[in-house]
């Protein structure tokens, strides 16, 4: 019997041994995943300012092709720090976690050789507007100190150009250079940014001065030390913002008189295997552009079916582009282009998301705790900016979710699709995905802040269709709307691929968009030049939209009477953002966990 009990007890002490053992390699793992998330954090102050932090607060990040080499070797090294891991001991979560930074890493080292492949500065985004916006909505004023660090990042910005000029210089020489569609919009902008006060005397402050003058103005400071202040912003705007953009204008008129109308990325140096890359990273999946064009053109009529239902239920005589035209043009679709029509829109596009949110719990068990807030695109940038887009919350709290909308011209915001467009940008959309995700202390800070587009923007466009279990999109038109943002979708996947692998032309892929849609023609425009500068990040909404209706269709299917929708939504986005290939396992190990507890006595 003593010696049973001693068998016992070794036997015990074997499996606490062993368990301490796992336990410590899974603490070893968890703590190189923050080691490895801080040194990236550290090659970039504009991140750590995104992030709420205060550190390196006075200074941009460094864009110089040195920083980029250092940003690779970071990678390579880490890559070989982490497969020093022994992954067979570490748990599932840590399991997964191991493969999604080894993911990222490969990821981020396999496109270094296409780092110049992009156009820095365009309609959409660059340093252009960045500066600005940055300094605007995300460097808070809360004491002296901070308004010392805004003011040597105003004093940085003539330096801070000189690298951009030398990036856009060198991709020149290389043969990467914008189509001339893109220098008017961003030359334009440029000169927004630098147009009133202090540049102009007699004039109402220009964005930036007007910032810093509301911050400074909520400092508890005498009149004295404020005063100084703004003499220090105001020196800082004149002797380095303005000669800084100045330069920025001049060396983009240079390039503008280099530049041709060629759209597609084909016509850059190895353009076909950069397009080929763009793909897998966008997508995260193995579709070539031939398959992505054929499920675009197969999804294209599949949705205008659906749109020839909802045609007829309106009770519309006509052929479905009649019913596309009569949408365009009559004006009971649009508020009005007045400063009245865009407070409706914006008051209703609150009363939206509020509606939303009283519901939210039918729909999910987790819901995010940071703030969300509506808000319009800023006036320097308006004119060249999208419609509507997201900016996360910095996850210390201090700045809440934005959706912000475009209203610069309301034609482009029609009544029927703001349900849509409110879905998608705030909620169930992006605020849930990204702030929960933020939110989810139990993951390594890398996966809190994870970013993959097929995942965001799939999640994003299925985030337009879920309200209508919930009987939203009462209102006919406004489900068509729904449609219509599905369809535009679709015809991207199509658009796309043409402009960068068929060569279609800028002019082509226009009539293509407003043949196909209810767009009209100048926001067709917009859209098209927006997959020019971006190439391949178009596609992702409707192949990520498309794989988690799948998902859910097998988790359907599989669980029958027993599926759990809010279960499985926590499930998508209580990860964080993952390549599609991973949320289909993750999704089927989801569906076997709970078929096993089902045939469990």
Do not use: C
Request: negative net charge; without cysteine.
């Amino acid at each position: 019997m003593f010696l049973k009990i001693q068998r016992y007890t070794l036997l015990a002490l074997t499996l606490i041994f062993a368990a301490s053992q796992a336990h410590a390699k899974d603490a070893e793992a968890r703590e190189l995943f923050e080691q490895f998330f801080e040194e990236q954090v550290a090659l970039s102050p504009m991140y750590q300012t995104y992030l709420g932090r205060k550190t390196q607060y006075d200074q941009w990040d460094d864009i110089s092709p040195a920083q980029d080499q250092r940003a690779q070797q970071l990678r390579i090294d880490q890559l070989d720090r982490l497969r020093q891991l022994d992954v067979a001991q570490l748990n599932p979560d840590n399991q997964l976690s191991y493969r999604l930074f080894e993911y990222q890493l490969q990821r981020g080292i396999d496109a270094y050789q296409w780092r110049d492949h992009n156009y820095p500065v365009n309609q959409m985004f660059g340093l252009h507007a960045r500066i600005p916006s940055f300094l605007m909505n995300n460097h808070r004023i809360d004491t002296p100190e901070d308004a010392r660090a805004y003011i040597t990042r105003l004093q940085s910005v003539a330096p801070l150009m000189q690298q951009l000029i030398a990036n856009l210089e060198r991709r020149a020489e290389k043969g990467i250079l914008a189509p001339n569609f893109v220098y008017p919009y961003v030359i334009d902008d440029s000169r927004n940014i630098i147009s009133g006060a202090p540049f102009q005397q007699d004039a109402e402050d220009s964005p930036l001065l007007a910032d810093i003058r509301a911050k400074l103005a909520n400092l508890d400071l005498t009149d004295e030390a404020r005063d100084q202040l703004l003499t220090e912003a105001k020196s800082a705007l004149k002797d380095s913002v303005q000669p800084g953009y100045q330069a920025l204008i001049s060396a983009l008129e240079d390039l503008e008189k280099q530049a041709d109308d060629k759209a597609g990325a084909w016509k850059l140096p190895e353009g076909d295997a950069y397009y080929a890359n763009a793909l897998e990273r966008m997508t995260t999946t193995e579709m070539s552009a031939k398959e992505i064009h054929e499920l675009g053109v197969a999804e294209v009529k599949r949705i205008q079916q659906e749109m020839r239902g909802l045609k007829k239920e309106v009770g519309f005589e006509g052929d479905l582009h009649d019913f596309f035209r009569y949408l365009r043009e009559h004006p009971k679709f649009y508020f009005p282009d007045t400063e009245a029509g865009r407070e409706a829109f914006l008051q209703q596009t609150q009363e939206l998301i509020d509606a939303m949110e009283e519901r939210l719990p039918e729909l999910f068990g987790r819901l995010p705790k940071a703030d969300l807030i509506v808000r319009p695109v800023e006036a320097f940038r308006a004119q060249s900016a999208g419609k509507a887009f997201y900016q996360g919350p910095a996850q210390d709290g201090s700045r809440p979710g934005i959706y912000y909308i475009n209203l610069y011209d309301m034609q482009n915001l029609p009544k029927y699709q703001m349900e849509a467009l409110t879905y998608h940008e705030a909620l169930p959309g992006h605020h849930m995905q990204i702030a929960i995700a933020q939110e989810m202390d139990n993951l390594p800070s890398f996966r809190r802040h994870s970013s993959y587009t097929a995942y965001s923007e799939g999640w994003g466009l299925y985030a337009e269709l879920i309200p209508k279990e919930l009987g939203f999109y009462e209102d006919p038109y406004s489900d068509f709307g729904r449609l219509g943002m599905e369809l535009w979708r679709a015809v991207r996947l199509v658009v796309d691929t043409g402009i960068h692998a068929k060569r279609w032309t800028r002019e082509q892929a226009i009539d293509y968009f407003v043949g196909q849609t209810p767009m009209g023609r100048p926001d067709a425009v917009r859209e098209v030049e927006r997959y020019i500068v971006m190439p391949a990040q178009a596609t992702s909404y409707k192949v990520g939209m498309n794989k988690i209706l799948e998902l859910r269709a097998y988790a359907q299917e599989s669980l029958g009477e027993q599926f759990d929708v809010r279960a499985f939504h926590d499930l998508v986005l209580g990860g964080g953002a993952v390549p599609l290939t991973i949320l289909e396992e993750e999704v089927h190990a989801w569906v076997a966990q709970q078929e096993s507890l089902q045939d469990s006595p």
